[in-house]
């Protein structure tokens, strides 16, 4: 049974906006010393990037599926490369050449895909891109991520994609999250899901990337229609609401040098 303090650091790590899973993991670090911590720490970490698929060092995505039996390596079926990974320091490590042929050769489209999804990544993700692609019996895994993260501009933001080809059944299923962060003055945070249920697709590679390019451009018209809604109906409503004080106000200062602040603070 977990402890407490794995329960607390575990739900910390998982609440980390994308790109700045190394900065919480240092500011826990901090706030918990000795050696069993920082276990705790980099099992919490391993645990959410397995589960949710991490992009490493800008090139590598590693997911609970590309573990490789009995060893604290991961593969990269797209490379064929094994490492190890320090996610503290966003790297991989003992980089080394992995067989991976025993796996893909029954996978005729395997290469055709991987170029496929290459192209994929220049034409829809502008900034950071990685993905895998994953044989796992008769299911193939597709991890892909785009991520943006900008703290100069105080930003970071995420697309993370799972797809399931099921070979033999025709079908492809997943799911897609976006999660974004915003902390200019301020602290907003975005997240949405959508789900792709079973889906007839051929086996092959041109069909497999239409199916998901049709499915992420349909969530990506959602999106922006969501955004609109913010927009016009709740942000509005909301401003309707707040005072006009035609001055900026500063969230750092104690919210009872405000009128506002003041009257609720000394009211009995």
């Not at 993700?125 to 100069?152: C, E, K, M, T, W």
């Amino acid at each position: 049974m977990a402890s407490k303090i794995e329960d607390v650091v575990a739900s910390l790590v998982s609440s980390a906006p994308p790109g700045e899973l190394s900065q919480a993991a240092t500011d826990l670090g901090a706030l918990l010393s000795g050696r069993a911590n920082q276990s705790i720490i980099n099992t919490a970490l391993e645990s959410y990037a397995t589960e949710e698929g991490a992009i490493v060092a800008g090139n590598y995505v590693i997911s609970k599926h590309s573990k490789l039996a009995g060893s604290t390596k991961y593969i990269d079926y797209v490379s064929g490369k094994a490492f190890n990974v320090d996610l503290k320091a966003n790297k991989v490590l003992d980089v080394e050449d992995h067989n991976v042929s025993d796996k893909v050769s029954s996978i005729s489209y395997f290469d055709s895909l991987v170029k496929a999804l290459n192209q994929y990544g220049e034409d829809h993700f502008p900034s950071l891109y990685a993905f895998n692609v994953i044989p796992d019996g008769s299911d193939l895994h597709i991890i892909i991520v785009g991520q943006r993260v900008n703290p100069d501009n105080f930003y970071t933001g995420q697309w993370r994609s799972h797809y399931v080809v099921s070979q033999g059944k025709d079908t492809i299923n997943g799911d897609v999250s976006l999660d974004i962060h915003y902390y200019e003055d301020g602290n907003v945070r975005l997240t949405f899901g959508e789900k792709l249920k079973d889906t007839t697709v051929s086996e092959n590679a041109s069909a497999i990337v239409n199916a998901i390019d049709e499915f992420e451009s349909t969530t990506s018209m959602t999106i922006v229609g969501k955004f609109e809604e913010l927009n016009q109906k709740s942000f509005k409503n909301l401003r309707r609401l707040l005072p006009v004080t035609r001055s900026k106000i500063q969230w750092g200062k104690a919210i009872g040098n405000y009128r506002l602040g003041s009257d609720v603070v000394n009211k009995k």
